[in-house]
């Protein structure tokens, strides 16, 4: 035990002053303030990047320059990098191909995206200096396609948290507001966006892990369904877990750059770098002018109620809609409470051990993962009494109902679980049918909408108490559905929690108690606009149509200036 927990001191050590000497191994011009130029191309969106690139009126090198330097200024604020890969990536832009769809494009990695010569450790000092021998799937494509990879980003221990926290690179600050987290898993590629440090990153995605990230920092993201999007090749915390869909989904600091780089990626035919990925070439969809658009909103998921600021942004929106001659309903799905069981199950099935094997003693697990793994690794008799008395004597059955059935799944009760997820999957198949939605007769909705959290972005450590409030994100992944998230407005002051308000269950007075108003101003919020499986040029739209109508009504959202 003190051997592993030297020999993880020494990773660490070791691996932060790597960081560090690459840093300041770079060339002076990285080092310096931005020139007007930098600004110049830091202000464009990608698709003018990439036809300057295209024409020779930019070069590839100027543009990495302008993109190396701010991302430095991005990691100086909130400590969002992981691995520095700019000085090889200053020889790949030299000679990268220059007529590719996405020429010229610097693109940020999430940490576990496999490129050869770096470690992919994920936070796990066990998994330090072990360099990977190749590149993955989705990097070979951005290659060809001539963007440039030039940096990875944080992430929490274990991947499993909305915050960004480990031993071996630290704390990711929100690029916001200092003392709060930036999201996660994808916290670092939050951070760095948000921050113009890079307009296009990849992210992951299996319970929220890029839209959550979206919501805290304030960019933009679309949750891909199962097999559309590149992913093979990349390391995980949970290799084989497949009940909970996890996939591999670009984030944007703007919406336009995130179309985009969607567009660039399939003139690449990803189905021919990744066998899991469906042949389905983009397709141009138009949203229907003939009849107003429905959209069913999802108010509450009756664990967590949205928090005044979130509740705010989404009534904005929907009376946007109202205003422009749309049809707001609200949703009656199957219980979402229902589908948070079955997921946080799937997703844990081998009671944590995938993802605890790599942590050495003494190595910091996320503040959210610690009551969980513990959870699942205590005598299943503890729990089954420690549920029964938030059932029966604390009168909790909302969290009695997550915990009683939180410990490792035999092969038969794995099989019992897809079962019930299939079996949910089938009844909220049945809200787009319309058998579910307002009236009898009623033809179903076109999108739906919610928050993408209760809350806001929640203070460092709060995932203690916010692990089993994922519920408006991991909802969506248990039915593999698109999900995109946008950010709307910010926290003001005048968001407060009304008097009346008295929580339903030990979560959500513990979320609540997170929630500061006042505190929390100035903090991004955004909604979720969500569509079916494999609609992500849809759920597209819907989100261009309601960024559209939001600047119309002058309340478009402001980011960070540059």
């Not at 840093?23 to 191309?41: C, F, G, N, R, W």
């Not at 997550?402 to 799944?409: A, G, R, S, W």
Request: proline share 7%; net charge positive.
């Amino acid at each position: 035990m003190l051997l592993s927990y030297l020999a993880h001191r020494r990773a660490c050590h070791d691996k932060q002053r790597e960081r560090t000497e690459r840093i300041a191994s770079l060339p002076e011009v990285y080092h310096k303030p931005l020139t007007p130029q930098d600004k110049d191309i830091l202000s464009r969106p990608i698709s003018a990047i990439i036809s300057s690139v295209q024409t020779a009126s930019l070069n590839p090198s100027d543009v990495l320059t302008a993109y190396a330097k701010r991302a430095l200024q991005a990691h100086a604020q909130t400590n969002c990098l992981t691995e520095i890969m700019i000085e090889p990536a200053e020889r790949w832009a030299r000679g990268a191909p220059r007529s590719g769809p996405l020429a010229g494009v610097p693109v940020s990695l999430k940490d576990m995206l496999a490129v050869k010569g770096y470690d992919a450790c994920m936070g796990y000092s066990s998994m330090t200096g072990k360099p990977l021998s190749y590149d993955g799937a989705f990097v070979r494509l951005l290659r060809h396609a001539g963007a440039i990879p030039f940096v990875k980003t944080n992430v929490p221990l274990t991947m499993l948290s909305l915050e960004a926290t480990n031993d071996v690179f630290g704390t990711t600050e929100n690029p916001h507001k200092k003392g709060y987290s930036p999201g996660g898993s994808s916290g670092g590629e939050g951070a760095l966006l948000a921050l113009g440090g890079s307009r296009i990153g990849i992210g992951t995605d299996v319970a929220g892990s890029v839209r959550v990230p979206s919501h805290y920092s304030g960019v933009y993201a679309i949750r891909s369904s199962m097999h559309r999007f590149i992913k093979t090749g990349s390391v995980t915390s949970i290799p084989g877990q497949e009940g909970i869909p996890a996939t591999h989904s670009p984030m944007a600091r703007t919406l336009e750059d995130l179309e985009t780089f969607w567009r660039g990626v399939f003139q690449m035919k990803p189905w021919e770098y990744d066998h899991s990925v469906l042949n389905i070439p983009w397709r141009e969809v138009k949203l229907p002018v003939d009849r107003p658009l429905k959209w069913g909103v999802l108010w509450d998921d009756g664990v967590v109620a949205p928090s005044p600021a979130c509740l705010r942004a989404l009534k904005t929106v929907t009376e946007v809609l109202e205003k422009n001659g749309h049809e707001i309903v609200t949703l009656n799905p199957p219980s979402p409470y229902e589908g948070l069981q079955i997921a946080s199950q799937l997703l844990l099935a081998d009671g944590g051990k995938a993802a605890g094997k790599p942590i050495r003693s003494f190595e910091t697990n996320d503040a959210g993962m610690i009551p969980a793994f513990r959870a699942l690794w205590l005598p299943r008799f503890i729990m089954k009494i420690y549920a029964w008395y938030q059932r029966y004597i604390r009168r909790d059955p909302i969290y009695a109902g997550l915990v009683d059935n939180f410990y490792e799944k035999s092969v038969p009760e794995y099989y019992a679980l897809v079962a019930r997820r299939e079996d949910y999957r089938a009844r909220w198949f049945r809200v787009w049918r319309g058998t579910q939605v307002g009236a009898p007769g009623d033809k179903g909705v076109d999108f739906i909408l919610t928050v993408p959290n209760g809350l806001p972005a929640v203070p460092h450590r709060g995932m203690r108490h916010g692990w089993k409030a994922c519920g408006y994100t991991f909802l969506f992944n248990l039915l593999d559905y698109t999900a995109g998230v946008m950010p709307i407005t910010h926290v003001e002051r005048t968001d407060i929690v009304p008097r009346s308000f008295r929580a339903r269950n030990a979560i959500e007075r513990e979320n609540y108690r997170m929630y500061d108003a006042t505190a929390m101003e100035g903090l991004p919020v955004g909604i979720q606009v969500v569509g079916k499986r494999l609609e992500e040029e849809r759920v597209l739209e819907g989100m261009k149509l309601i960024e559209k109508l939001m600047k119309g009504a002058g309340l478009a959202y402001t980011g960070i200036p540059l």
